[in-house]
């Protein structure tokens, strides 16, 4: 199973599409490694900068509504786990897209919109979330201040992120 939590990357806007996530025009790469330059590279919001050092060492995201619209792809989720993200947080997903996180061995958890405010309120250079996956809670810790949440995954879901994808959990049950 992948590791979850680390440094939190902000994206403060709702309607985070795929192509914004990683432009159609390197659809044509053939491994996940050349994605990986291009995570965020069209994505418009102020002073947003997908080649700060911050962004490239953030292991979580958090975000708002319906993230991940658009085309459905693999390599969206994609370009996040090969840069090491392996946990969107948002209120609310592209059905397609966070399928494929959970395909991928990802966590795509689901919060509402209320709570989502009250991680943006711990929103700090430092801002640093841990997840308990057996316990289906997180923890964010910044210079503002701690909070711990409960989030629910379904079964199936938690199972596939368990072996690391689907995939691999195909192979352990046929």
């Known amino acids: 199973m992948k590791t979850f939590g680390g440094k939190v990357l902000f994206l403060d ?4 599409n795929t192509d914004e996530i990683i432009p159609a025009k390197y ?9 990986k330059p291009h995570m965020l590279e ?10 700060d050092p911050a ?8 975000t708002r509504a319906n993230f991940g619209c658009g ?27 966070r399928q494929n996180m ?21 929103k700090a250079d430092d801002a640093t979330i841990a997840i308990d996956f057996d316990k289906d809670m997180l923890t964010i810790s910044s210079a503002k201040g701690t909070k711990t ?3 629910r995954i379904a079964e199936f879901d938690k199972a596939l992120v368990k ?11 046929y």
């Open 13 to 16: 806007r709702s309607d985070i």
């Open 27 to 35: 659809l044509t790469e053939i491994s996940k490694e050349a994605l």
């Open 42 to 51: 069209d994505l418009k919001l102020e002073g947003f900068n997908p080649q």
């Open 55 to 62: 962004v490239l060492a953030s292991k979580v995201l958090v």
């Open 71 to 97: 085309s459905s792809r693999e390599h969206a989720p994609w370009v996040f786990e090969v840069n090491d993200i392996n946990v969107v947080i948002a209120s609310s997903f592209a059905r397609i897209f």
């Open 102 to 122: 959970f395909n991928c061995g990802m966590l795509a958890i689901e919060l509402p919109e209320a709570t989502i405010d009250e991680l943006f309120a711990l």
């Open 149 to 151: 949440i409960n989030y």
């Open 163 to 173: 072996a690391g994808g689907w995939v691999e959990f195909a192979d352990s049950k």
